[in-house]
């Protein structure tokens, strides 16, 4: 085989304008699904969001019409049209087609700004098949197109006006299959109900200014408004109102030092989940950073000292944890900067070192003089802590015997656990199957080169209402966590998970959906990381069982029996039968349609947004019956069949 050495000038690639862009997406918006297709709305947005930071906007309205585009329209300032000194076009011109221009990059546009590396509007041109542009300012309307970041005519004026501000529509582009060009993303659908997530949050972040989200694409239109003066204050009241707060309203903390500005609200419940949410110009930094770090050490620190000084804490008890403090606690902490360094193309972590030690003195100082100034709220959070002091000891005490034990015990694995003989976690998958009777036909049916199977006894201890103590206690978890060997909280390993495929087996009625979401919620709040990683699965097993002749067919959906009864005709007169559980199937029948990897059906259970996942269980597993009774009044619509 001969190989071409030949390398020189010549093959030096120069990627023209934007289309490093269209050629590399990945490096500018994460991914070309889903996802990224969203994006380029958040990019439109955030200019938006911008101008209001800045002061110049109140209002953005986002609409999605019927021929697949969106439109972002803002009562800001308006792209300036000026012709631009070095590059010789109008400013807007420039915004649009050029990568890294904007005002954002120590121009004096803006002091504060998020946007995704000040890339954004560029990057939407590039990935629209076509875009459009209007500015509205200075009495007049100008406006501009591009197609897939080219540009079609110059800038123009089309008409005069009394407002300000920018209107930016544009069509994704998107793979068709029809088109010469390639296409950029898999899909071009926008979803309502994400945007809306996105969009109520940024609201919360920024008091204020109003987002209004409108759905044309439906014979209905639906718009939705998003509108807190309240700013983050109201985002912890949303959090908690599920829940019940142990005082209200929620402590709000603001300063401004050296051009940064730290927001901070918080209030503690009667639950036993943490809930804080970090945010650095807009963006969710969802691994933190030095922003939540100053927040965490000042709330240990002030708690602590408060305990001492009004005795609650004796000279010789042990200071309280961070985990104690923040058992219960909701907050949200938003700091905005002059110049954010994040860590990451993603943005998940913020690094700013000044940002520490200013969110630390400002959360110390103001929490403190709240709880001298209200001490009843003080002494209830105070006595909260301690409580979940004597729970972290107790859960400590159990944690240790269960590591004693499997150090000691060679046979250390749950004895109802049938294990598999595969050593490889990648190759390995565990059914969690409820009762006896499936549970054997399971163990029957099963591969047992790579399939587990662990049977429960009953339903699972919601652990939504309970303490980590207590829930060690119970034998069904102890089993799983056992039987998982990853170990749960922030002990969890995955590089120790001995299945990679945790699959929630149970019955298709009401009795099997309770336990699989018992199931969900224990995974998601001992072992979020198993749904984050993709490790979750939930079983399909068949509805029903049609039998015609010496034709067998499984349905798995009414609609799918309906089908078959329509292709069979209505006169052939079928036996039907309705698997109430899955111990009425023989293990031929459960290996078959829900344990072969070659005929079954799964669901991976993800979690696209953390936030509302943790609302949701909290909604439907917690203590207050009348928001879980309207959630089911308002959703029983979508459920096709509920068989009670």
Known sequence: MQRDNHYDESQIQVLEGLEAVRRRPGMYIGSTDERGLHHLVYEIVDNAIDEALAGFCDHI????????????????????????????????????????????????????????????????????????????????????????????????????TERTGTTIRFWPDVKTGEDPEPGIFETGHFDFDTLKTRFREMAFLNAGVRITLTDDREEEPRTQVFHYEGGVVSFVEYLNKHKTPLFAPPVYIKGVKNGS????????????????????????????????????????????DYGRRTGALKAGDANLTGDDVREGLTAIVSVKLIEPQFEGQTKTKLGNSEIRPLVDALVSEKLSTYFEENPSSARAVLDKCLQAARAREAARKARDLTRRKT???????????????????????????????????????????????????????????????????????????TAFGAGFGKDFDASKLRYHRIVCMTDADVDGNHIRILLLTFFYRFMPQLIEDGYVYAAQPPLYKVTRGKTEQYCYSDAQLQKILDDMGRDAKPDIQRYKGLGEMSYQQLWETTMNPATRSMYRVEMKDAMAADQLFTLLMGDQVEPRREFIEQNAKLVADLDI
Request: hydrophobic content about 35%.
């Open 261 to 304: 500005t730290v927001e901070v609200a918080l209030q503690w419940n009667d639950g036993f989940n943490e809930s804080v949410y970090a945010f650095a110009n807009n963006i969710h930094t969802p691994e933190g950073g030095t922003h939540l770090a100053g927040f965490r050490n000042a709330l240990t620190r002030v708690i602590n």
């Open 407 to 481: 150090a000691l015990e060679s046979a250390s694995l749950p004895g109802k656990l049938a294990d598999c003989s595969e050593r490889d976690p990648a190759k390995c998958e565990i059914f969690i199957v409820e009762g006896d009777s499936a549970g054997g036909s399971a163990k029957q049916g099963r591969d047992r080169h790579f399939q587990a199977i662990l049977p429960l006894r009953g339903k699972i201890l919601n652990v939504e209402k309970t303490r980590v103590d207590r829930a060690l206690g119970n034998a069904e978890i102890k089993a799983m966590i």
């Open 61 to 160: 309205e986002v609409t999605l019409n019927r021929d697949g585009s969106v439109t972002v329209q803002d009562n800001g300032r308006g792209f300036p049209v000026g012709i631009h000194p070095k590059m010789g076009r109008p400013a807007v011109e420039v915004c649009l087609t050029v990568l890294h221009a904007g005002g954002k990059f120590g121009g004096g546009g803006y002091k504060v700004s998020g946007g995704l590396h000040g890339v954004g509007a560029s990057v939407v041109n590039a990935l629209s098949e076509h875009l459009q542009v209007n500015v509205y300012q200075d009495g007049k309307i100008y406006q501009q197109e591009y197609q897939r970041g080219k540009i079609l005519y110059d800038l123009k004026v089309i008409g005069e």
